[in-house]
């Protein structure tokens, strides 16, 4: 509970921040999003980093945030060829471009923050994932993964078996793989589209992120909620610049702008998917949705599905110079190392 009303004070706080060009600015990050005015990325992120920056460069450099500047799966290109300084990408939405991140995307069957993997997978990717130059083109200033990913039906169910032949919405990546492991029919549609997909009949349900209860509406199509502890997938982001923005300021201020991102902004990223879960949970039982745990039967089925995911990723990425081996347990000790520093909430609450 006092975890839970730290995030909440952090939210509030940053919630209330405007995005007024302070006096002083010589220049400014122009961002692109692509999340909706209300999505945490917008609410929570772009404002607090803002802060951040005008901070540590003592007003010298500001954020913009600009709206609608292309669809998801064009940010990346977005970025690279100059038409915004920065944006944020779900590595999904580029089917084959991006491999070595799926690393942070597998179960784990352990309860732990988005806060703190995405810290985990900040310090894995630069130790290990960015050999892969899958982000050829761009600079990366932040890695994220989004809260855990569960499933939810139109009807209730109590076991995985009850869900061969359903046809669940699916986003690629690790939960594609999932999926076809259970026997379901996955149908690769946005998580915008899930609502009207679900209320037609067209998906019996979804695999999505507990926020999607509320941000999407899907509390209202499949109130039912089966549970993994971890949840069954994560989804990974990356917060990307382009590389010819830093010919913009001084060393000084690059400096500056990198000492507020990386594992900071990271955590961050996480922290606003954290409160963005707490609050489609808390909208779910508002609303009369259930919440079922996957029985330990169902939990070593997909142990054993998991597995041979991840071997069979371990090696793909070796084509790429990644020693996943080395990279999974790494990213295994830099959770236990991310749980135990202090929220990034009471930093974000002080703005």
């Not at 007024?20 to 400014?28: D, F, K, R």
């Not at 290109?77 to 939405?93: L, N, R, T, Y």
Request: include cysteine; aromatic fraction near 8%; charge should be negative.
């Amino acid at each position: 509970m006092k975890k839970y009303a730290c995030l909440l004070v952090g939210a509030i706080a940053v919630s209330s921040m405007t995005f007024s060009m302070p006096l002083l600015a010589q220049t400014t990050i122009t961002v692109s999003t692509w999340g909706g005015p209300n999505h945490g990325v917008n609410t929570i992120v772009w404002p607090t980093w803002k802060a951040w920056i005008e901070e540590a460069t003592d007003g010298r450099v500001t954020v913009e945030v600009v709206h609608d500047m292309g669809p998801p799966p064009a940010q990346m290109e977005i970025v690279a060829d100059g038409i915004a300084d920065a944006s944020w990408i779900f590595h999904a939405h580029m089917a084959g471009r991006f491999l070595a991140t799926q690393l942070p995307e597998f179960p784990t069957f352990e309860e732990f923050s988005s806060e703190d993997a995405s810290a985990a997978y900040w310090h894995t990717h630069q130790e290990y994932l960015q050999q892969a130059e899958e982000h050829r083109g761009v600079d990366v200033v932040a890695m994220g993964v989004h809260g855990p990913g569960q499933i939810f039906t139109r009807d209730q169910i109590s076991s995985i078996n009850e869900l061969a032949g359903k046809r669940l919405r699916v986003g690629g990546g690790v939960m594609s793989g999932l999926a076809e492991a259970m026997s379901v029919t996955g149908v690769a549609i946005p998580p915008t589209g899930t609502y009207e997909a679900a209320s037609q009949g067209v998906v019996d349900g979804a695999m999505l992120t507990l926020e999607s209860l509320r941000s999407f509406r899907v509390a209202e199509v499949a109130p039912h909620t089966l549970t993994v502890d971890g949840g069954f997938y994560r989804g990974s982001f990356a917060i990307v610049m382009n590389p010819m923005f830093w010919d913009q300021v001084s060393d000084e201020d690059r400096a500056a702008i990198k000492s507020v991102s990386g594992e900071q902004l990271s955590r961050l990223f996480g922290y606003m998917m954290d409160i963005s879960d707490q609050r489609g949970v808390a909208f779910g039982e508002e609303n009369g949705a259930t919440f079922i745990q996957a029985s330990e039967h169902d939990i070593e089925h997909l142990r054993s599905a998991a597995s041979d995911l991840q071997d069979a990723w371990s090696e793909s990425v070796q084509s790429r110079g990644v020693e996943a081996p080395a990279a999974l347990a790494f990213f295994r000790e830099q959770l236990v190392n991310a749980a135990a520093k202090e929220s990034i909430g009471t930093q974000v609450a002080s703005h």
